[in-house]
């Protein structure tokens, strides 16, 4: 696998080491990210996941050393690096080299990488109901994008693998659903699509809410709103949002199994045609 990474103001391949055991986000887990694709010859939304970068920065207790504008033009030049159609994952990320539990805003360093990362085949994907949720704004730092975070998900989707599943809807606090363990969820029922409205126990995704909005300008009415598990599994059809895979179909919510939907199948094709500029 190919990777090129912008640290210190140069680029480096390979893996190279950039945390030490007396660094901050090595035993404090004070890191952001953010996650972009270059496919196809097109890089959807880049700019807006730049920006949330900053964002995800700011509300962690970072420092944003590095312009929303500057990261943009760093991943760009990084996947000029690759052939113009390679399938690439795109990762900037910060994080504390200094401070006692609460991270030292002033220490913030800066990497951004990129790495063939190939598209998943939308082929369609098993889930089941998680046993784990996802935290409330007032025990985790949901606003932000953080490494921290994923631990959990990646309890979530453990337990789904080992059970003969794909991914896992994973519930809030509140006991309504949140997201999958990997990306937002949609369900589409009656000729209109639904999705959990952003509570702050999840991100409110990029491809997301271009998505939704795609749909409802194709005039597919669209719902924000909260979402049960047993609307989940009566659903017409359901599918993911993500920036990892897109837009991919979930065909199997426990032991009930879904065709790919037209909704789905829509939603799928809005978001190619808009990506390389229609």
Same mark, same amino acid.
């Not at 190919?2 to 103001?9: E, L, M, Q, R, S």
């Given at each position: ?6 640290? *210190? %103001? ?5 893996? $190279?080491?950039? @945390? ?12 952001? &990210? ?10 959807? *939304? ?13 509300? &962690?207790? @970072? ?25 690439? !994952? ?9 401070? &006692?539990?609460?991270? *030292? $805003? ?55 693998? +080992?059970?003969?599943? +794909? ?12 997201? @999958? ?9 009656? %000729? ?19 998505? %939704? ?9 669209? !719902? ?11 659903? +017409? ?17 426990? *032991? ?13 094709? @809005? !978001? ?7």
């Amino acid at each position: 696998m190919k990777a090129v990474h912008f640290i *210190d %103001g140069s680029w480096q391949e390979g893996n $190279p080491a950039i @945390l030490g055991p007396m660094t901050h986000a090595t035993w404090m887990a004070s890191v952001i &990210f953010d996650g972009a694709r270059a496919f196809e010859g097109v890089t959807p *939304d880049l700019d807006l996941h730049c920006e949330r970068t900053v964002a995800s920065a700011i509300s &962690f207790g @970072l420092k944003p050393i590095v312009p929303a504008g500057e990261i943009l033009e760093i991943a760009r030049e990084g996947v000029s690096k690759f052939s113009p159609d390679a399938e690439l !994952y795109i990762r900037p990320m910060l994080w504390a080299e200094t401070g &006692f539990v609460a991270p *030292d $805003p002033e220490s913030t360093r800066f990497c951004l990488s990129v790495f063939e990362a190939p598209m998943p085949d939308p082929k369609g994907m098993g889930v089941q109901l998680s046993s784990f949720r996802r935290p409330l704004p007032s025990m985790a730092p949901t606003q932000a994008k953080a490494a921290c975070l994923y631990p959990n998900s990646g309890r979530a989707l453990r337990e789904a693998l +080992d059970n003969g599943f +794909d991914n896992a809807v994973v519930l809030d606090g509140l006991g309504n659903v949140a997201e @999958l363990a990997t990306a937002n969820i949609w369900i589409a029922k009656d %000729g209109a699509a639904h999705t959990p409205a952003p509570n702050g126990t999840f991100l409110n995704g990029i491809t997301r809410q271009r998505v %939704g909005k795609l749909l409802q300008d194709a005039g597919i009415p669209v !719902y924000e709103r909260c979402i049960t598990w047993e609307e989940v599994m009566d659903a +017409d059809e359901a599918f993911s949002s993500g920036n990892h895979a897109k837009v991919v179909p979930i065909t199997r919510i426990g *032991d009930r199994n879904l065709q790919m939907g037209p909704i789905y199948q829509k939603a799928r094709e @809005l !978001y190619w045609n808009w990506a390389h500029g229609g």
